[in-house]
């Protein structure tokens, strides 16, 4: 398969600060891309992209920095097929405790029509373009860029091309979100299978979500033999985002009956650097979004309050606590029932028998069908009201 030592690990490569930053608008920073740095070293994340350093003086300055202050995560550059791209990365990364140049170029017909190049021409540049990065570093990725698009015997032969000229890691792109789960496990496998050396690289997956599917494509690449996924805080990215990082790690944790995979990422840290990835980059998180949303972890409806009062289990299959947050939510809203607003009211101090909760509860539904969400002062109004008439 590959030569990951520990078969059920999968490595987790995060590029925020490069893909991500690519969305449109979502610039951030030098200072706020050292501060994601951190918090995604801090996290377990093993491979950070941290830019492309020919794209900018900027870009070449963090990335720089993001290496030299790295801790336990390897610093990824990104790089065109070419030896000047490949060089200011190599001058960017190579002060990281772990370096390593990402190098690539798109494959498919279309985008290998874009420089106008045949299928052998393609090949030789490849062939130069990977030897030069792996004699300046011992660790190098290539990726095929639409390689989902690209011919498979072409594919097959230029993935054998990288390999022979010293790349480790072999990722393969669907760039334009274009596979569907079933393919993205197959075309891994295939790969693997078929490759001469296949078996001596580590095979990435790096999926965006154009049609919905970055996550279900990254876990089923997995599945077929896969042992790098590639995201992104919150699925930041050009266009729909790439695959989300909180939700490969989470679905392989909640999952690991069917997923025996496992990551090296502290999952208490995701709320927070969800949080301030949303922040610097301008991005608000959707609020059903999976994992981080808002949502995530809310309960509005009086049959979900109830169930989650008596057992989490009933609606939660994941605690909060495991991202990081402080727990369950249980808004009140006009779908809220009874026991939900005596828990509520109990928590605020107060003890009410059956025949006040009937009355505070009619009062309550009034408000509500007024109101998007009833907080706790309006809670506490309605007590003191209440009172006052006793
Ligand atoms: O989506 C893509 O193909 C990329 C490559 C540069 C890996 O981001
Ligand atoms: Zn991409």
Redesign the pocket.
Same mark, same amino acid.
């Given at each position: 398969m590959t030569n990951v030592t520990d078969q059920d690990r999968v490595l987790i490569f995060d590029?925020t600060l490069?893909?991500g930053e690519?969305s449109p608008g979502a610039t951030m920073t030098h200072d706020e891309k050292l501060e994601i740095a951190e918090l995604l070293d801090e996290m377990g994340v093993d491979i950070i992209e941290a830019g492309f350093p020919i794209a900018s003086e900027g870009d070449f300055k963090a990335v720089s920095e993001i290496a030299q202050r790295s801790k336990n995560s390897r610093i990824c550059g990104?790089a065109r097929a070419n030896f000047a791209d490949i060089d200011r990365c190599w001058e960017a990364v190579k002060h990281a405790g772990k370096s390593r140049i990402?190098t690539?170029i798109?494959t498919s017909p279309l985008h290998r029509a874009i420089p106008n190049l045949t299928q052998d021409e393609m090949a030789d540049k490849i062939h130069e373009t990977v030897s030069h990065a792996r004699n300046l570093c011992e660790n190098v990725q290539w990726?095929p860029?639409?390689?989902t698009r690209t011919e498979w015997d072409y594919l097959c032969r230029v993935i054998e091309i990288a390999i022979k000229a010293g790349a480790t890691t072999i &990722?393969i792109?669907?760039?334009?979100g274009y596979t569907a789960p079933v393919e993205s496990a197959d075309l891994i496998k295939r790969l693997i299978e078929t490759v001469p050396g296949a078996d001596e690289v580590i095979f990435a997956t790096?999926c965006?979500n154009d049609l919905g599917m970055a996550t279900a494509n990254s876990l089923a690449a997995v599945a077929g033999g896969a042992r790098q996924i590639?995201c992104t805080i919150n699925g930041l990215g050009?266009r729909a985002g &790439?695959t989300a990082l909180e939700e490969v790690v989470m679905a392989l944790r909640t999952r690991n009956d069917i997923m025996p995979w496992k990551t090296g990422i502290d999952t208490t840290k995701i709320m927070h650097i969800s949080r301030r990835v949303a922040t610097v980059s301008g991005f608000n998180v959707q609020f059903n979004k999976a994992i981080v949303g808002k949502n995530a972890f809310a309960h509005e409806s009086g049959i979900h309050q109830d169930g989650m009062l008596k057992n989490r289990e009933n609606f939660e299959i994941m605690r909060p606590e495991d991202i990081g947050l402080s727990g369950t939510s249980l808004p009140l809203g006009k779908h809220s029932g009874r026991a939900a607003l005596r828990d509520k009211l109990e928590t605020l101090g107060y003890e009410i028998g059956d025949n006040q909760l009937k009355d505070i509860f009619v009062r309550f539904k009034d408000l509500a069908d007024r109101k998007k969400e009833v907080f706790d002062d309006d809670l506490i109004a309605l007590m003191t009201l209440d009172d006052d008439e006793a």
């Open positions: 590029t490069r893909d690519q990104l990402h690539f798109g990726s860029m639409d390689a &990722n792109p669907d760039t334009v790096h965006h590639e050009e &790439n």
